[in-house]
Structure formats: structure tokens, C-alpha cells
Nanobody, 125 residues
């Protein structure tokens, strides 16, 4: 079992920044990669970014590329999502998730094994 706790969400004006954190506990040594997803009201959960624990390679959705940065602190078992130049369309509940095994993809929710409870990000215009 892996437990994930997100924090750092809130209300920000368009153009502003927020940093989300996702602290992992439990059997984290089995984690292969971490991902961030988001879900806006009435919409499907969508991929945002992913990072591998080993090596730190990253991948982003086109909608956030150049504005968001995913990073990790292995010693703290924590993954971050730095969000800059926020837009109203970034408003959503943001979830972190963990892959415990190598999968063929990291951009679909079904590829992840454990999820956090989510944190709300609201961007006002």
C-alpha cells in the first residue's frame, strides 16, 4: 500500500503561481513513477505531468508544457508541481498518483495504482 497526500491548492488570479506537493508514505520503495492529473467539473480526469523516481525523466501534457514543472525529492518521498502563468482553464481538482510497476504508458489514469484525495486549484480571471 502507498498513501498519497496532496497539498498546496488554493485560489489564485490568472497569471499567478501555485506549488502543489504530494507526499508519499507506505511501500514507496515500490514506486516507479508519479503523475499529476486534474479533473474539472463535468469533465474527464486528464493527465498533466509525470516523473520517474529513478532518473527523473518527465513528460507533460501539451496544455501545460512550458508553464508547469514536475519535480521530486527522493529523500522526502515527495513530488511537486510548480504551476506558473495559471489560466482560468487550469481550474480543477488536482490529483497525484503512483505507478508501482513499469507500464506501457504514463498518461492515462488506468496506468496508476494509488491516488491521493485531491486538492482544489481555482484560477480567477
Amino acid at each position: 500500500q502507498v498513501q498519497l497526500v496532496e497539498s498546496g491548492g488554493g485560489l489564485v488570479q490568472a497569471g499567478g503561481s501555485l506549488r502543489l506537493s504530494c507526499a508519499a508514505s507506505g511501500r514507496t520503495f515500490r514506486s516507479y513513477a508519479m503523475g499529476w492529473f486534474r479533473q474539472a467539473p463535468g469533465k474527464e480526469r486528464e493527465f498533466v505531468a509525470t516523473i520517474r523516481w529513478s532518473g527523473g525523466s518527465t513528460y507533460y501534457a501539451d496544455s501545460v508544457k512550458g508553464r508547469f514543472t514536475i519535480s521530486r525529492d527522493n529523500a522526502k518521498n515527495t513530488v511537486y508541481l510548480q504551476m506558473n502563468s495559471l489560466k482560468p482553464e487550469d481550474t480543477a481538482v488536482y490529483f497525484c498518483a503512483v505507478q508501482t510497476n513499469i507500464r506501457s504508458t504514463a498518461v492515462i489514469s488506468g496506468a496508476y495504482d494509488y491516488w491521493g484525495q485531491g486538492t482544489q486549484v481555482t484560477v480567477s480571471s
